[in-house]
C-alpha cells in the first residue's frame, strides 16, 4: 500500500508504503477527545515506511500513564496526523488526513467497543473487541 495525505491546512504532508497489519475503527475514550466524539478510523503500519515530505509536527505524549502513545499532530491547525506506539515499529495513521481516504478500504475490526457510547456504530459483520485483540 503506497498513499501520501497532509493535514487540514496543508502545512504538514507525508508519504507512507508497507502493508497495513490492522484496519479498524477504535472506541476508546482517549480516540473519542482527539476525534470529536466519534470512533476513530485507522490504520497501522510499520514505521520505517512513513515519512514526513513537508514541515515538522508537533507531538504530545502523556506523562500520567503507562506506555503512552505519542501523537504527532500539525502545529499549525492541530490535525492529528499519527499516534506513535512504544517501541518504535509500528506507527497509526489517522484515515482522516489521506489525500484518497478510499484506498483505506473500510475497518476490519473494532476495538475499545467497552467505552463505545450508543450512538457509535459498527458495519455489520466486522469483528469487535472490548479492549486491544490479541
Known amino acids: 500500500m503506497n498513499f501520501t495525505g497532509k493535514c487540514y491546512?496543508?502545512?504538514l504532508t507525508y508519504k507512507a508504503e508497507g502493508e497495513p497489519v490492522m484496519k479498524g475503527q477504535c472506541h476508546c475514550r482517549e480516540c473519542q477527545y482527539i476525534s470529536g466524539g466519534g470512533p476513530n478510523y485507522f490504520l497501522i503500519m510499520p514505521t520505517a515506511g512513513f515519512e514526513y515530505t513537508k514541515g515538522e509536527p508537533s507531538q504530545f505524549t502523556r506523562s500520567d500513564i503507562e506506555n503512552p502513545r505519542t501523537r504527532d499532530?500539525?502545529?499549525t491547525c492541530g490535525t492529528h496526523?499519527?499516534?506513535r506506539l512504544p517501541?518504535?515499529?509500528m506507527?497509526?495513521?489517522?484515515v482522516g488526513t489521506m489525500d484518497d481516504p478510499s484506498e483505506y478500504g473500510g475497518p476490519k475490526v473494532a476495538i475499545f467497543t467497552c467505552d463505545m457510547p450508543d450512538f457509535h456504530t459498527i458495519a455489520e459483520g466486522i469483528p469487535?473487541?472490548?479492549k486491544r485483540p490479541s
Open 73 to 75: 499532530f500539525c502545529k
Open 81 to 83: 496526523i499519527t499516534t
Open 128 to 130: 469487535t473487541f472490548d
Open 9 to 11: 491546512c496543508g502545512e
Open 87 to 89: 517501541g518504535g515499529k
Open 91 to 94: 506507527i497509526v495513521v489517522k
